[in-house]
């Protein structure tokens, strides 16, 4: 969806996406292909990374029919957050300074936080110039006017931002993320800081800045050489290694020469050490769980209230959840935890009679 489909025709493309759907049948863990696919989809949507709006919606409607509604639910509601939000924009661009509030063109997407997948790191609040707060609070009150009630929460993490470098000869152009922006108006300000004084005065945490900091040093058009000495940002970081800690401190290379005159610095992926993994390993498989767990209880209370007055013995009902569950391969172990769980919950009970058989409490 990012570039496989780049210059293709439409018959190729049809013809790859029934292919993907054909492999999808395959799966023996839809769930995990779901999730997966969730998180994918967002990140290339915000970013607007996708080749075609249109290929997205064609892969989650064959889907849509091959899983369900409920399958590609989320995914729906993306896609219906972009049409809101192209209209919501078009009212916007339709003011009086037509979209470019204190002379700054301002591009917001409105997005429902239920549906995406958003790093919560990308939530924090950023201390912000005066003139970027004006464009803020300028879409704040046009979209809260019209929709009384609800509530906006800045993901300024997500966001880009075309930097002009008026100090240059050829005022070079680069398209950032505002947390680059911020930093190089700091060092603009203080000539010369520590990374952990730039995120105190930022306000957002040092491991975002840590990431950030190098698009700065290491992107090939700030540094075309990769050495210290010669990019845009000089420092007395680990150049080797290319790592950055909170002592490092930065200042801004005035006498920097760009090779293009407009380029993209976005932040380049560090390396997560081995315990960060496993943290994010911990994670993920807690939030699988869950998600199984949730479709297991949801399977035997529907087939539960479906044998009302009929007994159930607990082999049938564990054989008979297993055959239903098709997203992903319940064990057995797993059918009985949420199980117990259901009798915790006053939705079935054990049979006063035969304890090896359960009852649906209506």
């Not at 760009?258 to 960060?276: D, H, Y």
């Not at 993920?284 to 209370?301: G, P």
Request: with cysteine.
């Amino acid at each position: 969806m990012k570039s496989g489909f780049k210059g293709k025709s439409e018959e190729e493309v049809e013809n790859k996406i029934n292919e993907i759907i054909d492999l999808f049948k395959c799966l023996n863990v839809k769930l995990t292909f779901q999730i997966e696919s969730n998180k994918k989809l967002s990140d290339r949507l915000i970013k607007g990374s996708s080749v075609s709006i249109n290929h997205e919606k064609k892969f989650i409607s064959k889907l849509r029919q091959e899983s369900g509604l409920n399958y590609v639910s989320k995914m729906s509601q993306m896609m219906n957050d972009l049409d809101k939000n192209k209209n919501e924009i078009d009212e916007y661009k339709a003011l009086a300074h037509r979209g470019v509030p204190n002379g700054i063109k301002f591009n917001v997407q409105v997005i429902s936080q239920s549906a995406w997948e958003i790093n919560k790191k990308s939530m924090e609040k950023i201390e912000i110039p005066k003139f970027l707060s004006a464009c803020v609070a300028d879409f704040e009150n046009f979209y809260l006017n019209k929709h009384s009630g609800q509530k906006l929460i800045w993901c300024f993490g997500l966001s880009k931002i075309d930097i002009q470098y008026l100090c240059f000869k050829n005022k070079n152009i680069s398209t950032s993320t505002l947390p680059h922006f911020l930093a190089l108006l700091q060092l603009e300000k203080y000539q010369s800081l520590t990374l952990s004084k730039i995120a105190e005065l930022l306000g957002i945490h040092i491991d975002t800045i840590l990431t950030d900091i190098s698009g700065l040093v290491y992107n090939p058009s700030f540094n075309p050489q990769g050495q210290k000495e010669k990019g845009l940002i000089l420092g007395n970081f680990d150049d080797e290694k290319k790592e950055f800690k909170e002592t490092d401190e930065i200042s801004f290379n005035k006498n920097f020469s760009f090779v293009r005159q407009k380029f993209q610095t976005l932040p380049l992926i560090l390396k997560k050490s081995a315990a960060e993994e496993k943290k994010i390993e911990l994670e993920e498989a807690q939030i699988t769980k869950r998600y199984q767990d949730n479709i297991l209880q949801a399977t035997l209370t529907r087939i539960m209230k479906s044998r009302i007055g009929q007994e159930t013995t607990h082999v049938w009902l564990i054989n008979e959840a297993s055959k239903q569950i098709d997203l992903f391969r319940a064990q057995p172990q797993q059918i009985k935890e949420n199980i117990e769980k259901l009798i915790e919950k006053n939705i079935m009970k054990r049979n006063e009679k035969d304890r090896t058989c359960y009852e649906y409490i209506a």
